[in-house]
């Protein structure tokens, strides 16, 4: 993938060889080392929300991210509801979050005033409202498409 402006791949795959076969099954075995005390548990919630995990009930409609257009247009477009806040308590909201603001800049459109972060790979849009638009596109399309969301 060669980002937009650069000369060189940002990242690149090869491969030597290549099996569409299924992995034995030892692949996956699991030895824990010596005097290691190993217990099993499952995980109740969504660790990043801390709603339930996938399967355990029905999401409200509209909590999923959803995906505008497609191919080199695709804007993902996070809600509020899984959009951590600045401030949360479960250290989302941290220095690393400040750091990340003070990177962006200011933008406004019909959408309301927002925060941009744009880099040659990606370009994410961060609307006061708690919603996140993030894709491969320029600033522009992001705008466009947050143009076109619900107030």
């Keep these: 993938m060669i980002a937009r402006g650069a000369s060189t791949p940002a990242f690149e795959t090869a491969f030597t060889s290549i099996s569409f076969g299924a992995p034995d099954a030892s692949v996956f ?3 824990p080392p010596a005097g290691a ?3 099993e548990s499952a995980l ?3 660790a990043l929300t801390g709603r339930p995990g996938p ?9 999923h991210p959803t995906v505008t257009g497609s191919g080199w247009t695709a804007v993902v477009v996070i809600p509020r509801s899984v959009t951590p806040a600045a401030g949360d308590p479960s250290g989302t909201g941290s220095a690393a979050t400040a750091a990340l603001m003070r990177a962006t800049t200011t933008v406004t459109g019909s959408y309301g005033s927002a925060q941009l972060l ?5 370009s994410v849009l961060l609307l006061k409202d708690g919603r996140t638009l993030v894709g491969a596109v320029t600033p522009e399309r992001l705008e466009q498409v ?3 969301l619900p107030r």
């Design 44 to 46: 109740p919630t969504d």
């Design 29 to 31: 075995a699991f030895t």
């Design 55 to 63: 399967g355990t009930e029905s999401a409200p409609a509209g909590a």
């Design 37 to 39: 005390q190993v217990s």
């Design 146 to 148: 947050a143009a076109g």
């Design 118 to 122: 744009e880099t040659s790979l990606v």
